[in-house]
């Protein structure tokens, strides 16, 4: 297979070399497998998450473009963001800077960078459906899901940036599907694509937090899907650590696991479930009989 050429840089944050760690495990093994060159961004910085942002404006663009400069200092072009998060404060300092070459020039000296505005931020959906393809993972597949029914949950700020057009569409988008189905997979229709799973509620409150991951879950049961699947930390921390608990209190029938996009392509790319980290979860997966080699 030919290597794609692209100075992409992965931009892990906090939670993918922390608690979400299977999920950057799981998605350097399929660029490795689909030949794409590849780094870890190098002497990165926590993107500032909610807390920067709602308590210091200025502080949260400079965190986040402290970052941006060093894609361009390394010779990166795109900054891969797989974090939700991560991609949505990258993506919408990016944007802010891009359009006020004032405050880009006052943050760079306040700061003491000299970042340009010339890397571009990329989702990790984005990166796999429209710049790597459906052609291209579909040609990797030794191991086709057929049989295995899945629902795809995007969450609520993957495609969902103020002001910025999406690379999906916001309310019903299709890309994650259009990867599943490239992978053998039936990709079911449901009502809880892009339904928010609470975030970070479940500290402030936990209950308000429950009823919205409750509501996906059951929905996703009576679809009859095998399994869930996301491309964001907190959303796979929501649905699975206290899935136990809310499906005895909301009377749901059965567990469901819930896999990143990455860790459903690594399956189908030949890996074992342990070497794509699938044990790291509390609800157990493992492919259906039918799809096993």
């Known amino acids: 297979m030919e290597t794609l050429k692209l100075k992409t840089a992965i931009y892990p944050g906090c939670s993918l070399e922390g608690t979400e760690s299977a999920y950057e495990i799981s998605?350097?093994?399929?660029?490795?497998?689909?030949?794409?060159?590849?780094?870890?961004?190098?002497?990165?910085?926590?993107?500032?998450?909610?807390s920067a942002h709602a308590l210091d404006h200025s502080l949260y663009l400079s965190l986040a473009m402290r970052n941006l400069e060093l894609a361009e200092l390394q010779g990166h072009n795109e900054?891969?963001?797989?974090?939700?998060?991560?991609?949505?404060?990258?993506?919408?300092?990016?944007?802010?800077?891009?359009?006020?070459?004032?405050?880009?020039?006052?943050?760079?000296?306040?700061a003491e960078l000299n970042y340009q505005g010339k890397v571009k931020v990329r989702n990790v959906l984005d990166f796999l459906a429209n710049v790597l393809g459906t052609s291209q993972i579909a040609s990797r597949v030794v191991e086709p899901l057929s049989g295995l029914k899945v629902v795809c949950y995007y969450g609520c700020l993957n495609t969902r940036i103020p002001r910025m057009e999406s690379f999906d569409n916001m309310e019903y988008p299709t890309s994650m599907d259009r990867i599943v189905e490239?992978?053998?997979?039936?990709?079911?229709?449901?009502?809880?694509?892009?339904?928010?799973?609470?975030?970070?509620?479940?500290?402030?409150s936990e209950s308000?937090?429950?009823?919205?991951?409750?509501?996906?879950?059951?929905?996703?049961?009576?679809r009859d899907a095998d399994c869930i699947i996301i491309a964001?930390?907190?959303c796979h921390n929501n649905l699975d650590t206290l899935?136990?608990?809310?499906?005895?209190?909301?009377?749901?029938?059965?567990?469901?696991?819930?896999?990143f996009?990455?860790?459903?392509?690594?399956?189908?790319?030949?890996?074992?479930?342990?070497?794509?980290?699938?044990?790291?979860?509390?609800?157990?997966?493992?492919l259906p009989e039918h799809n096993k080699p």
């Open 261 to 286: 996009i990455t860790q459903l392509m690594g399956l189908a790319f030949g890996m074992s479930e342990s070497e794509l980290k699938l044990d790291n979860s509390f609800v157990p997966y493992s």
């Open 27 to 50: 998605l350097v093994k399929v660029l490795d497998a689909l030949c794409i060159e590849h780094n870890t961004l190098d002497d990165w910085n926590c993107c500032g998450a909610t």
């Open 243 to 259: 899935q136990k608990d809310i499906r005895s209190s909301f009377g749901i029938s059965k567990l469901i696991p819930i896999l």
């Open 79 to 110: 900054i891969l963001a797989p974090c939700a998060a991560c991609y949505h404060r990258l993506a919408s300092a990016n944007f802010e800077l891009n359009k006020d070459a004032t405050l880009l020039k006052q943050l760079n000296k306040e």
């Open 182 to 204: 490239a992978l053998g997979a039936e990709s079911l229709d449901w009502s809880y694509k892009t339904e928010c799973c609470g975030a970070s509620l479940f500290v402030s």
């Open 232 to 234: 964001c930390p907190m």
């Open 208 to 222: 308000t937090a429950t009823k919205l991951v409750s509501k996906i879950l059951k929905d996703a049961v009576a």
